[in-house]
């Protein structure tokens, strides 16, 4: 579990150096990965035969914590939120569905093409309905993280 | 204030943005935002998948539309992290017209991650996938040369401006062709991981959820064409992949699949 977490940070730090993310920011998108992967995992191992809930929460968890850390550092919610969400992303599905296509195992393309599209619309909607919530709670809880990392420092001195 | 200025202004952010990959509510969005702090009326912007309209009229005046053609599009974050911040200084009153021009045309201009560190970041990317979807420690390592010695030719054909289908379909190809060469040096066990977890800096599993995004926040025309577009890469890929495996069965035998 541990290894996977930090599998999906490291990953998804490599995919935010594709897509030029500043560099200071690369590690919080990390953690918006690792988060992501975090929360699939753990409701996979929760809810048995969970079906498509385990993506729906962790695309919820990852631009969840996209918000707050877009708040905390002025940048737009995209910057976090896209890499946040790869470790999710059905790329290997639309993958397995256009290779099964083209070597003529239609009811296999099928079955995939079927996932992946379910899945994508799934991760859709999960950021959909945070991205519709009200800015001001996740404002509320990034200034709240400000202040904690503040006084932290503070008393270090 | 030259109304003509700020109808560029507000292209030239929205074109940085669409080719930066942003999605096309916030590109539209930022335009919008752009025309009326510089005090037009009637401003309307529209952006579909390649291209972008900027409309709007000076207090008593007529009305002034641009439309931009955007062909390319990547990936850079910084350079929408960039226009968000001279968007929000320029409503803010921060910054002229003019100079937030020549501060865009700055940012257009900015260069990416150098090549050496953007190949080991789709390396480290693959090696990592590789073993997230269920490879072992070897698969990953493979993948890990695999991405890395694929990535190569992309970086040659990227110079040389190839792009779209042929360059997805020389990804794929490639990594198919590494991934067989390691199985048979006898590296690697299993190819579907190696083959997978290399190509997927280049699958579109993005593309496809921003697509339905877009349909979702009602963007029907760029939702839609964005869906085409992501299966199409996908295609392309697989083709590459496919074509390669075939030709090795023919020449040298054995069932890879």
Redesign the interface.
């Known amino acids: 579990m541990m290894l996977q977490i930090l599998l999906a940070f490291a990953g998804t730090v490599g995919f935010s150096i594709i897509f030029n993310v500043p560099r200071r920011e690369l590690a919080l998108c990390g953690i918006a990965g690792a988060c992501g992967w975090f929360v699939l995992q753990l409701t996979m191992g929760f809810i048995p035969n969970a079906g498509v809930a385990d993506t729906f929460f962790a695309a919820m968890a990852v631009t969840c914590i996209s918000r707050i850390f877009s708040f905390m550092r002025k940048m737009p919610v995209t910057v976090y939120m896209i890499p946040g969400i790869i470790p999710l992303v059905p790329g290997t599905g639309i993958y397995h569905t256009m290779f099964n296509a083209i070597m003529g195992d239609y009811t296999e393309a099928l079955l995939w093409g079927i996932q992946t599209l379910r899945t994508a619309g799934v991760i859709a909607v999960g950021l959909l309905v945070v991205l519709t919530l009200p800015p001001k709670l996740f404002s509320f809880v990034a200034d709240a993280c400000i202040n904690i990392f503040a006084i932290r420092r503070r008393l270090r001195r | 204030m030259d109304p003509n200025n700020a109808i560029k202004l507000s292209i030239l952010a929205g074109e940085i943005m669409l080719s930066s ?3 096309t509510h ?1 590109v539209e969005d930022t335009m919008l935002r752009i025309l009326e702090c510089c005090g037009l009326v009637n401003a309307e912007s529209l952006c579909t998948s390649t291209s972008i309209f900027a409309s709007g009229a000076p207090v008593g005046g007529t009305s002034i539309t641009m439309l931009k053609r955007v062909k390319n599009r990547g ?7 960039h226009v ?2 001279l968007s929000r200084s320029l409503a803010e009153g921060k910054i002229g017209i003019e100079a937030a021009i020549s501060a865009l045309e700055d940012i257009q201009a900015r260069p ?2 150098s090549k050496i ?2 190949l ?7 090696s ?2 590789a ?3 269920g490879g072992s420690l070897p698969d990953s390592a493979n993948a890990f040369i695999a991405a890395f010695l694929m990535q190569i030719p992309l970086l040659l054909l990227e110079r040389h401006n190839v792009a779209g289908v042929l360059r997805n379909m020389i990804g794929g190809g490639c990594a198919a062709l590494i991934a067989l060469v390691l199985i048979n040096l006898g590296l690697g066990s299993t190819i579907d991981f190696i083959i ?1 977890g290399s ?3 280049l ?4 593309s ?6 877009d349909i ?2 009602g963007d029907l025309l760029s939702g839609s064409a964005r869906i085409l577009d ?2 199409l890469v ?2 392309a ?3 590459g ?2 074509t390669v495996m075939m030709l090795w069965m023919s020449v040298f035998g054995g069932v890879v ?1």
């Open positions: 990959g942003a999605e916030r990936n850079n974050f910084e350079k929408i992290a968000n911040e990416p991650y560190v953007r080991l970041g789709a390396a480290v990317a693959s990592c996938f073993m997230m979807l997978i190509i997927m800096p699958l579109p599993g993005v496809l959820t921003n697509a339905i995004r979702l926040d992501a299966f996908a295609i890929i697989a083709t992949v496919g699949v």
